[in-house]
């Protein structure tokens, strides 16, 4: 995921009692980031005929696969951490009719160089074990399964442990515990989401508050309206309540030996409009604007370093996103594909870092900062916060190979990104330099090679090039390498 943490509280004050939770949540961000990438669903869809009797109307499929990686990252003071990792999913999917159940296992054990674990827990087996546990009921599938007959509307219901991808993710992008359920009527679906976050997997935006990463308890309620009216674009308005439930909701913070007792509470409201679709016959678009409000409270320690009151305050916050993705017809034998999009998160310029309550938003100001529990591709490397961000991504990837034998289906791709502060005077997530926007460049390389039909590789490579916004001592150029192999059975 996106939300690494390091920050700094002013030219004389070093925070020393934050700085260690900061550091773990800027390396557990990592490693989070480079799960969501090679995390595959494995979601079939079986309609059975209305002829068809139980047994054969009804499927049971098994399987799993295992990766073997291994992972080279570099901190911010320049030393590099490697990782052996091997992850085992197993997985069942039944379908009957309208009815489908899916379930999965993971065995992902993590072991690491010593001293090198990117939460400070060294190796372990990660849990949950249980990942992903959910039912779903399809009133349109199993009517057809029974009758023959398609029905024009439709209703359907998924409930368990899923991940929940609301609208273009920003806004959320995470595992839950949820409900989701779909009314399709003429051209309008709408869809609707209650869930909270499960007590072992997410990790909060608050790298501050006790349990980020082990103990994240928010709740959301949901509403998206989508019109399919048209033929090539489904534009889309959705709300979205985040409620902060973590039982853990204050902590004493204590630096040089003083004291600053840190109560949390963040509760925000999205409200997002966006579309996707089909501009020509060789490009697409995806689109989103959210405005965030709702309450978050100030900050327990001033800018002169000094103990304060915390207050409730409302957030004024607003993120956007647009991407186009360029097939050309010339190219598609070859699988030719480009990419561009831009990335806009306002931040908050009396906040001290961008996304954490100690240190955050001063009282009797406005909560600037957007925030929330989504997804942003900011890249491998650097992965700054969707907050105070505006990121340029122009990408190109491609099959050269298609049709020759061994080599067939190996794609060969890049990204680039240009990465800013959207307002020069407000902090990221990590220390910068004050008054600078610029925070430099970053390539990434990645090669996926479907090798056999049950055999493929993954390989990632990412480098960082950072700019005047990077202070000395954490202006070294970075380097990312991933490597996996995954066997499917």
Do not use: C
């Not at 949540?25 to 209305?50: F, I, S």
């Not at 240009?418 to 307002?423: A, E, F, G, N, V």
């Not at 090669?447 to 039909?453: A, G, V």
Request: glycine share 12%; aromatic share 12%.
């Amino acid at each position: 995921m996106t939300r690494s943490r390091a920050w700094m509280a002013g030219k004389t004050l070093a925070l020393v009692g934050a700085a260690a939770p900061g550091a773990a949540a800027q390396d557990t961000d990592v490693y989070e980031r480079l799960q969501r990438t090679l995390d595959d669903l494995e979601r079939t869809r079986q309609v059975g005929a209305a002829d068809l009797q139980f047994s054969e109307s009804s499927r049971l499929l098994l399987g799993g696969y295992t990766t073997f990686g291994f992972a080279a990252s570099d901190d911010s003071d320049g030393s590099t951490r490697l990782l052996r990792q091997s992850d085992t999913k197993l997985w069942s999917h039944f379908t009957m009719g309208g009815h489908e159940a899916y379930g999965r296992l993971r065995l992902n054990y993590l072991d690491f160089n010593s001293g090198d674990s990117f939460d400070g827990r060294g190796d372990n087996l990660e849990e949950p074990i249980a990942d992903r546990y959910w039912y779903r009921f399809d009133l349109r599938t199993a009517r057809l399964a029974d009758t023959g007959e398609r029905l024009d509307d439709n209703l359907w219901l998924q409930v368990g442990r899923q991940f929940v991808n609301w609208g273009s993710g920003l806004a959320l992008s995470e595992d839950l515990n949820s409900a989701l359920v779909g009314l399709e009527i003429h051209n309008l679906e709408v869809r609707g989401l209650f869930g909270q976050t499960p007590s072992t997997g997410p990790v909060d935006f608050d790298s501050s508050r006790p349990g980020f990463d082990t103990d994240v308890d928010r709740r959301f309620a949901g509403l998206m309206f989508t019109f399919t009216g048209f033929d090539q674009h489904r534009p889309y308005v959705y709300l979205l309540d985040q409620n902060d439930q973590n039982d853990r909701d204050g902590r004493t913070i204590f630096i040089l030996g003083t004291p600053y007792p840190t109560r949390y509470r963040y509760d925000s409201l999205y409200l997002g409009l966006g579309s996707s679709g089909q501009v020509t016959s060789e490009t697409y678009y995806q689109a989103e604007f959210i405005h965030q409000s709702g309450h978050s409270l100030s900050t327990s320690i001033s800018a002169a370093g000094a103990p304060v009151a915390q207050s409730r305050e409302p957030i004024d916050a607003w993120g956007a996103m647009g991407r186009l993705i360029y097939s050309p017809r010339w190219g598609r034998p070859n699988g030719v594909r480009f990419d561009f999009e831009v990335l806009l998160a306002s931040g908050d310029d009396d906040r001290q870092h961008t996304s954490n309550t100690f240190g955050g938003n001063r009282a009797g100001t406005d909560d600037n900062a957007f925030n929330a529990l989504g997804y942003a591709n900011t890249g491998l490397v650097l992965g700054p916060n969707f907050s105070n961000l505006f990121s340029l991504r122009l990408g190109a990837s491609a099959m050269p190979w298609r049709g020759q034998g061994t080599f067939d289906k190996l794609r060969l791709g890049v990204d680039g990104y240009l990465l800013h502060k959207l307002d020069a005077d407000a902090p990221v997530n990590f220390t910068t330099a004050p008054g600078e926007r610029f925070l430099g460049g970053e390539l990434d390389f990645f090669i996926d090679w479907q090798i056999l039909s049950d055999l493929s590789l993954d390989v990632r490579y990412g480098v960082f090039l950072p700019s005047d916004a990077m202070p000395e001592g954490n202006d070294d150029v970075r380097h990312f390498f991933y490597a996996g192999l995954n066997y499917a059975f």
